[in-house]
């Protein structure tokens, strides 16, 4: 249950951030996988090396003296995640050579007080790499030559970043407590539900910090369950920077979901999904957490007999990788329908941890592959032999099959669907896994 560190790339424009990026989050090969319908942008990735795994955060280039509205929004942005990252890699350009630019960065990130990696990027060669020695002026230690785009030296850097990563944290001894995020953009009324809730139970066992930034642990009992409440802070807006910058919010987000078995997504009904929510649940998604998307500050709303299914039907429009996602309207104000979350909270949590017998699995299977077909790809056609369910927290199935490769995302969903028909798994991510099985052939 416990978060993962964050390593965050800082520099000025066309260093080549995004292709270290790419490389490095490529040496996880999951993380390449996308996941369909899903409209985040993918600024954060998750990099696994030495039996660690750490989040990345890629940031736009920053321009420290300019002061034009979309300079101001990049420059928020990347201060945000080195305010929150655990560790700084400030990435140079070896072949355009130490900038003034390079310099301003450089101040900037001694006053962060962060473990700090100067990268120097674009040494594809020895004689480019024999350039590296003018970056010791920026006084941050020995620079590292790397070529993101051929992969020199990046297993060095990844080296060098396991060892400045903050030791993983004990994990916690109540694994009976369910872990609840409490997610969403600045101003959609976390901490006003946080208190709602817990004023309804007015049962607190203890407030103690969190070690997400920002971020307090709240325990809570409810019909003899623990709840673990973890709350978010907002992004604080300053001076002319607009709402751009909340897209980096994401990231105090992440902390969060880490830790939680289930999100609550708070959306603003006055707003409605904005492009923030879908990277949150995005990320929820790809973390295989469960979510109840919480629609708050209902009673602003002017309602009709079709008000609510019309705004529903609109969410799952935006929300459409996650057709499963159950929603509550709510006004955490004046308390309307609050207090029925925290069942909700238990009964999702609960559908974690069903397991369907191999015999329901194969049922379904034969009932699924009678009603559509298996697809044909260069005229082999995909066959599944079995399935069984291999864990829980979140469910997860395995099917054997003659070939994984056959399996399209459409058929995948299918399946997904026809699990779905027998068991809803409401508000929970099932995971489906193919692999090759060849039957064998008579005795």
């Known amino acids: 249950m416990s978060e993962k560190p964050i390593v965050a ?26 996941v369909p ?12 090396w030495g039996g660690r795994v750490f989040s990345l955060i890629d940031t736009g280039g920053l321009i420290l003296g300019d002061t034009d509205r979309l300079t101001e929004q990049i420059r928020a942005q990347a201060e945000i995640a080195m305010r929150e990252a655990d560790v700084i890699v400030l990435l140079t350009d070896i072949v355009e050579g130490l900038t003034s630019a390079d310099q301003e960065i450089a101040d900037l990130l001694r006053r962060a007080s962060k473990p700090l990696v100067l990268v120097a990027n674009k040494a594809d060669n020895l004689k480019r790499e024999m350039a590296i020695h003018e970056f010791y002026a920026l006084g941050l230690g020995d620079p590292m030559p790397v070529s993101a785009g051929r992969g020199m030296g990046t297993g060095e850097l ?6 400045l990563l903050p030791d993983a944290p004990l994990e916690e001894e109540d694994t009976t407590a369910i872990h609840v995020a409490l997610v969403g953009r600045t101003n959609v009324g976390k901490s006003s539900l946080l208190n709602r809730l817990l004023g309804e139970e007015r049962v607190i066992v203890s407030e103690v910090p969190g070690t997400t930034r920002d971020a307090i642990d709240t325990r809570i009992m409810f019909e003899g369950q623990e709840i673990i409440l973890i709350d978010t802070a907002g992004i604080r807006r300053r001076g002319r920077i607009d709402r751009g910058i909340e897209q ?49 500050k209902w009673d602003l709303i002017e309602k009709d007999t079709h008000t609510m299914v019309e705004f529903q039907q609109r969410v799952r429009s935006e929300l459409k990788f996650m057709p499963w996602v159950p929603m509550a309207f709510i006004s955490a104000l004046t308390g309307q329908r609050a207090r029925r979350l925290l069942p909700q909270i238990v009964s999702i949590y609960e559908q974690r941890f069903v397991r369907l017998n191999t015999s329901q699995i194969n049922d379904i299977i034969r009932d699924a592959t009678a009603r559509t077909s298996p697809p044909t790809v260069a005229g082999k056609k995909l066959r599944i032999y079995y399935g069984t369910q291999a864990s829980v927290d979140p469910p997860t ?15 995948e969903r299918y399946l997904e669907n026809r699990l779905r028909e027998r068991y809803p798994f409401e508000g929970t991510p099932i995971r489906l896994r193919f692999r090759g099985h060849e039957r064998r052939r008579g005795r």
């Open 248 to 296: 980096y919010s994401v990231i105090r987000s992440m902390r969060a979901i880490n830790r939680a078995d289930v999100s609550l997504l708070l959306i603003d009904a006055s707003e409605g999904v904005t492009a923030q929510d879908t990277h949150v649940a995005g990320y929820i998604l790809e973390e295989s957490k469960s979510v109840i998307v919480v629609v708050n």
């Open 9 to 34: 790339l800082v520099g000025r424009p066309n260093v080549g951030k995004s292709t270290l990026f790419n490389r490095l989050i490529g040496e996880r090969r999951a993380i390449v996988e996308d």
């Open 397 to 411: 199935f395995v099917f054997f099959v003659n070939d994984p490769r056959l399996v399209h995302f459409g058929y």
């Open 158 to 163: 990844l080296d060098q970043l396991i060892e």
């Open 37 to 48: 319908g899903t409209t985040r942008d993918r600024h954060y990735g998750e990099v696994e």
